[in-house]
């Protein structure tokens, strides 16, 4: 599978606690993995953006330190999840200017200490 940071199929995050949720969007960290929830923009930064601790490994499913990260439908389908995907993606085609571009998502991204891709 590819590495993690060039997928671009929708992927979800299980926390040590067993709770699985979407990744709006991801980011290379020095210290591990920076994660945007979906509706982060409508949220108090510390509520939607989050930062995981630890080495990212595997292919796909990839792992850092407790929490596992997937494709969304792979290893068995979530239908909350794809629920929750489909609702995501209607409210990105919908909010038209609401959701700031990726550019402005970038830049809170790397002022969060993460490595951006080049633009």
């Not at 591990?32 to 409508?42: A, I, M, N, S, V």
């Not at 919908?94 to 991204?109: F, S, V």
Request: net charge negative.
């Amino acid at each position: 599978m590819a590495d993690l940071f060039s997928m671009t199929a929708p992927l979800t995050l299980r926390n040590p606690q067993g709770e699985e949720i979407l990744l709006a969007e991801i980011y290379k960290h020095p210290k591990g993995l920076l994660y945007f929830e979906p509706f982060w923009h409508l949220k108090e930064p510390e509520e939607g953006i989050h930062l995981i601790k630890g080495w990212v490994s595997g292919e796909g499913p990839w792992k850092i330190s407790d929490y596992i990260i997937k494709v969304l439908a792979c290893y068995g389908t979530d239908a909350c999840l794809a629920s929750d995907f489909a609702q995501w993606q209607d409210y990105r085609m919908a909010a038209g200017g609401e959701y700031p571009p990726q550019p402005l998502i970038d830049a809170i991204a790397t002022k969060l200490g993460a490595m951006c891709p080049p633009a």
